[in-house]
């Protein structure tokens, strides 16, 4: 089988990794990729929303399946776009359709969904420029901190959580009346904060039967201990303790089976990843958002500990018979350290050699923001490498992932040493 995967960061290296270890595929093509994908397939020089060039390349190349990693080319309609025309309607696309895709694409639309469809999840109401005013009185009655999220894509920016009344109302303000973010908080969602831990689980469907991948818990702050700026994400654990077998029964009753039932319901098709952020109040499972494709950096630590082939299990998702595919889970755990350059999430350098990488052994090494130059590997992004380690126990993968990232330089690289040790 010839697969294409779309996007170019850390999470497509782990697409194309664990792709490339199917005996199902023949060949895989990444676009754009990275100076890692290389390793595993083709780069190909294509924009993630170029759906004509894609349409061109797949028909060339006899592509008989497309995987997309990232969201915008999906809330921007790639999937449609291969069924509205003849010639390439017969390549599976693995991701929503524009409609299924604005359960990430629109705060509102995904709030709607759950509140239809009884998904727990914080108590909410949506505000634009017409009732602005009713907005500011809304965020009067309500306790603090108070979340306000950008409806549309923000590039992960969109979310803000507000300490005083002051603060968010001069926020949302600025989200609306000034497009802070811009064309994104023409519609902002006010939502109540809840307090609890984080946590991610991934579910893949064929729009009817689902496998539940494993769970994950990334750390988005630049700093150790949970301080700092947000990043995109700068390390992931899996399995994630705290979430057993009784929290996960609780996830599937009440969160996965009526989100699968809903789209049904809504006539909505969906074929791929749904990526459920969660917050753990108490014991009990509470929707903070969907995802319409796996994240980053969690995909580097889910996918490591999937022991099917993951071939198999996509061509169940196009064929509608997922159901009757093999899925088994490894029951090591998977740590992800991520390296970044000097002054992410802020102003950065690019194009600083990265050296070392052959001496990690006992680690896998997941590109993410790096190009070729001259035969060298150079740093192209915030976040640069993503070192994932699969150890028996928490503790040994948290020393073998921190140690190996130790291994690669490059100059003004950070990473946190502290990833996972809050669950030690």
């Given at each position: 089988?010839?697969?294409?995967?779309?996007?170019?960061?850390?999470?497509?290296?782990?697409?194309?990794?664990?792709?490339?270890?199917?005996?199902?595929?023949?060949?895989?093509?990444?676009a754009p990729g990275n100076a890692g994908t290389s390793q595993y397939g083709q780069n190909v020089n294509l924009?993630?929303?170029?759906?004509?060039?894609?349409?061109?390349?797949?028909?060339?190349?006899?592509?008989?399946?497309?995987?997309?990693?990232?969201?915008?080319?999906?809330?921007?309609?790639?999937?449609?776009?291969?069924?509205?025309?003849?010639?390439?309607?017969?390549?599976?696309?693995?991701?929503?359709?524009?409609?299924?895709?604005?359960?990430?694409?629109?705060?509102?639309?995904?709030?709607?969904?759950?509140?239809?469809?009884?998904?727990?999840?914080?108590?909410y109401r949506s505000f634009d420029r017409s009732n602005l005013e009713e907005g500011l009185a809304y965020l009067?009655?309500?306790?603090?901190?108070?979340?306000?999220?950008?409806?549309?894509?923000?590039?992960?920016?969109?979310?803000?959580?507000?300490?005083?009344?002051?603060?968010?109302?001069?926020?949302?303000?600025?989200?609306?009346?000034?497009?802070?973010?811009?064309?994104?908080?023409?519609?902002?969602?006010?939502?109540?904060?809840?307090?609890?831990?984080?946590?991610?689980?991934?579910?893949?469907?064929?729009?009817?039967?689902?496998?539940?991948?494993?769970?994950?818990?990334?750390?988005?702050?630049?700093?150790?201990?949970?301080?700092?700026?947000?990043?995109?994400?700068?390390?992931?654990?899996?399995?994630?303790?705290?979430?057993?077998?009784?929290?996960?029964?609780?996830?599937?009753?009440?969160?996965?089976?009526?989100?699968?039932?809903?789209?049904?319901?809504?006539?909505?098709?969906?074929?791929?990843?749904?990526?459920?952020?969660?917050?753990?109040?108490?014991?009990?499972?509470?929707?903070?958002?969907?995802?319409?494709?796996?994240?980053?950096?969690?995909?580097?630590?889910?996918?490591?500990?999937?022991?099917?082939d993951l071939v198999d299990l996509l061509e169940g998702v196009a064929k509608g018979d997922l159901e009757s595919?093999?899925?088994?889970?490894?029951?090591?755990?998977?740590?992800?350290?991520?390296?970044?350059?000097?002054?992410?999430?802020?102003?950065?350098?690019?194009?600083?050699?990265?050296?070392?990488?052959?001496?990690?052994?006992?680690?896998?090494?997941?590109?993410?923001?790096?190009?070729?130059?001259?035969?060298?590997?150079?740093?192209?992004?915030?976040?640069?490498?993503?070192?994932?380690?699969?150890?028996?126990?928490?503790?040994?993968?948290?020393?073998?992932?921190?140690?190996?990232?130790?291994?690669?330089?490059?100059?003004?690289?950070?990473?946190?040493?502290?990833?996972?040790?809050?669950?030690?």
């Amino acid at each position: 089988m010839n697969i294409l995967i779309i996007g170019s960061g850390g999470r497509e290296s782990a697409f194309a990794y664990k792709l490339s270890k199917s005996p199902r595929l023949r060949q895989l093509f990444i676009a754009p990729g990275n100076a890692g994908t290389s390793q595993y397939g083709q780069n190909v020089n294509l924009k993630v929303t170029d759906f004509e060039g894609i349409a061109a390349f797949a028909l060339a190349n006899a592509v008989d399946m497309i995987v997309v990693g990232p969201e915008e080319p999906l809330v921007k309609g790639i999937h449609d776009y291969f069924l509205t025309r003849e010639d390439v309607k017969h390549i599976p696309v693995i991701g929503p359709q524009q409609q299924g895709a604005q359960l990430e694409g629109s705060k509102d639309f995904s709030k709607e969904f759950m509140s239809r469809h009884n998904i727990p999840t914080a108590s909410y109401r949506s505000f634009d420029r017409s009732n602005l005013e009713e907005g500011l009185a809304y965020l009067e009655t309500q306790k603090l901190p108070i979340v306000l999220k950008a409806d549309g894509l923000a590039a992960g920016k969109g979310v803000l959580i507000c300490e005083t009344l002051e603060d968010a109302k001069s926020e949302l303000k600025a989200m609306i009346a000034d497009a802070k973010f811009g064309e994104a908080s023409s519609v902002v969602v006010i939502e109540e904060f809840l307090k609890g831990i984080e946590l991610s689980v991934f579910v893949l469907t064929d729009g009817s039967a689902y496998k539940v991948l494993p769970s994950a818990k990334d750390y988005k702050r630049i700093g150790e201990g949970d301080t700092g700026l947000n990043t995109g994400g700068m390390g992931s654990i899996s399995p994630v303790p705290f979430a057993d077998e009784a929290f996960l029964a609780k996830v599937e009753q009440r969160i996965i089976k009526p989100t699968i039932g809903g789209l049904k319901e809504d006539g909505i098709p969906y074929k791929g990843f749904i990526f459920i952020g969660l917050m753990n109040v108490d014991g009990e499972p509470y929707v903070i958002e969907y995802n319409v494709r796996m994240g980053d950096p969690e995909t580097e630590s889910v996918l490591p500990r999937i022991e099917s082939d993951l071939v198999d299990l996509l061509e169940g998702v196009a064929k509608g018979d997922l159901e009757s595919r093999t899925y088994t889970v490894s029951p090591k755990t998977a740590v992800t350290v991520v390296l970044v350059s000097g002054g992410y999430p802020g102003d950065y350098e690019s194009g600083k050699e990265i050296s070392n990488m052959e001496n990690v052994e006992d680690s896998i090494v997941f590109h993410a923001g790096t190009k070729e130059v001259d035969g060298k590997v150079v740093t192209a992004g915030g976040r640069v490498l993503a070192v994932t380690t699969l150890q028996d126990n928490l503790f040994d993968a948290l020393q073998q992932a921190t140690a190996d990232a130790g291994r690669i330089f490059f100059e003004r690289k950070y990473f946190r040493k502290d990833i996972g040790f809050d669950l030690i």
